[in-house]
């Protein structure tokens, strides 16, 4: 089930424009300012279905949790199912 959460997020990312992401985001409980997007969009350009099996790189977990604060990137790692 993990995997299928990681891959509907990155597919999500990849499938949507900034607002609809925002807009998804925010069902899931997740605030994102549209610059945050564009910033979780260049940290996640690099995607792919290996994440989503071998888990997401430390070096890519690292940098996210820097833009959007450890309380939202815990929130965020809970609601993809890691």
Not at 18 to 31: G, I, R, S
């Amino acid at each position: 089930m993990k995997t299928i959460q990681i891959l509907q997020w990155l597919e999500n990312f990849k499938g949507m424009n900034d607002k609809q992401l925002q807009k998804f985001a925010k069902q899931q409980q997740l605030d994102f300012s549209l610059e945050e997007i564009k910033e979780l969009r260049k940290i996640l350009s690099n995607a792919s279905i290996s994440w989503g099996i071998y888990g997401i790189p430390k070096k890519v977990q690292e940098e996210v949790e820097q833009l959007i604060g450890t309380k939202r990137y815990k929130k965020l790692l809970k609601t993809i199912g890691l």
